[in-house]
């Protein structure tokens, strides 16, 4: 899986551009097709678009070298691990749709198994490093 790595980032890289670009074209459209209320900034929105679609360009430049840049990668996994504990929080609360789920699946969760095996050879790679 260690071959697969730049593969993995360059796939997070261009759907978090993509994604980033569409919520600051259409901002609304997601709250739409989940049924749920506007928020009454939108721009608050577009700045969480605007954010997913910076970490694409880390993940690009991180694919050059994985094991190197995890730090990349260790900050992108938080934000996708803390993303689902927010959702489930909102959930809770009823202030979001379950529909909204799918931005997590597709946003975060996919994300998990891919980035931790590349944090997982890098810790590896910086044991056999000290052993040297």
Request: with cysteine; charged share 10%; net charge positive.
């Amino acid at each position: 899986m260690k071959n697969y790595h730049p593969l993995f980032l360059k796939l997070a890289a261009l759907y978090n551009i993509i994604w980033g670009a569409w919520i600051v074209i259409f901002p609304l459209q997601i709250f739409n097709m989940t049924g749920m209320k506007a928020p009454l900034y939108p721009e608050i929105w577009q700045c969480v678009g605007m954010i997913v679609g910076v970490y694409g360009i880390g993940y690009y430049f991180a694919s050059k070298s994985p094991l190197i840049h995890w730090p990349i990668v260790l900050v992108g996994l938080l934000g996708k691990i803390f993303g689902p504990i927010g959702f489930l929080n909102a959930l809770i609360l009823e202030r979001f749709s379950p529909l909204f789920g799918w931005v997590i699946l597709t946003n975060d969760l996919i994300w998990w198994i891919p980035f931790g095996n590349i944090l997982w050879h890098a810790w590896k790679n910086s044991q056999e490093r000290k052993g040297q």
